[in-house]
């Protein structure tokens, strides 16, 4: 699976956003969370792990305060249904700084604090979940790691929810949200996806569709290719003058930046006319910045960046393999050579 970052960004005055992001990689899921909180870390601490004040805004817990024990959370919003338990193992403990769990169903917990300087006092939390799971699953996570943050909130005032009549209200308004930005995540990727397959169809006008009017690429020999109608003209002339190689692309991350702005991160070989296997020198680092108008996701700037990592030979021989396994797996019965 490609890799995924879904997030909002805030102001240098308010502190870090208090969206969560999301973070993709063959099947692993990473959620991080950043709130800061008008206590201090003591105070959030007893928050974190006291059963009595847990209950109040995450689950009912069994936590003994020591590494290696055996905890036990059993979310109490189920209603009617059976409800959710992760058993597991404290794996850090360190007051008040560091609480990670690592659980059968939420993977690794972690909660850490950092003091921010008053007055008054206020913490930083970094919440993470590393966890196992499918793409479609990840809007329904975060959504409920925001809603139990934002409990954790009222609780440091002595809040409790009311679980029996807890209804999913603000849960659904949180998972549209963050469906809705994975979504523009998705199009993204495929604005990306696009760009390969018209340079590798030799297609220029493929190539230069997914960019807006004004978009500009920077090419491998730093060419620079401005306005989607150049585009099309210029690597057309390349396609008609020159038999070129065919890409193979692994993106890394895409994230929000803004509204209606994403960046992403991908890496990228080339395998030469009638070859079967990668060229390590025309190995790339590949940016695209992507903007929205009107509802519509289109490339801004498409930067195509050497890989050649001079006096580390080891970090372009492993990109390579990299990229070789990924150009094995869309060509299983084409292996490429070591």
Do not use: C
């Not at 890799?3 to 208090?18: E, I, K, R, V």
């Not at 206590?39 to 009595?52: F, I, K, M, S, Y």
């Not at 936590?63 to 193992?89: H, I, K, M």
């Not at 910045?289 to 006096?311: E, I, K, S």
């Amino acid at each position: 699976m490609d890799d995924a970052t879904n997030g909002t960004s805030g102001s240098g005055d308010q502190g870090p956003a208090p969206d969560g992001t999301a973070t993709v990689r063959e099947g692993r899921a990473l959620l991080r969370f950043e709130r800061r909180l008008s206590h201090p870390a003591e105070r959030v601490w007893r928050a974190l792990t006291d059963p009595g004040e847990i209950s109040a805004w995450l689950a009912e817990a069994q936590l003994e305060p020591r590494v290696g024990s055996r905890f036990q959370l059993r979310w109490l919003n189920a209603g009617d249904q059976e409800p959710a338990v992760a058993r597991g193992t404290v794996t850090a403990f360190d007051p008040p700084r560091l609480l990670e769990l690592d659980s059968d169903i939420h993977g690794t917990l972690r909660w850490e604090l950092v003091p921010l300087p008053g007055p008054p006092p206020a913490t930083l939390l970094v919440f993470t979940s590393d966890l196992e799971a499918p793409e479609e699953f990840i809007p329904q996570t975060l959504a409920g790691w925001h809603v139990h943050l934002d409990y954790l909130e009222k609780a440091l005032e002595g809040a409790r929810v009311d679980w029996p009549n807890w209804t999913t209200d603000r849960w659904q308004v949180h998972h549209d949200r963050y469906a809705e930005s994975l979504g523009a995540l998705e199009a993204v990727r495929d604005l990306y996806r696009r760009v390969l397959e018209g340079w590798n169809a030799r297609d220029a006008q493929a190539f230069a569709a997914p960019f807006r009017q004004d978009g500009f690429t920077v090419g491998f020999d730093g060419t620079v290719h401005a306005g989607r109608a150049a585009i099309a003209e210029q690597i057309g002339a390349t396609f008609a003058d020159h038999a070129t190689g065919s890409y193979v692309g692994k993106i890394q991350d895409v994230r929000l930046v803004g509204p209606g702005a994403a960046v992403l991160r991908a890496v990228a070989g080339m395998v030469p006319p009638g070859g079967d296997d990668l060229r390590p020198d025309l190995n790339s680092v590949q940016t695209i910045t992507a903007a929205q108008t009107m509802g519509v996701w289109r490339v801004a700037v498409f930067h195509n960046t050497p890989a050649q990592f001079h006096g580390r030979p080891h970090l372009a021989q492993a990109l390579t393999e990299e990229l070789r396994e990924t150009l094995r797996a869309r060509r299983p019965h084409q292996p490429a050579r070591n």
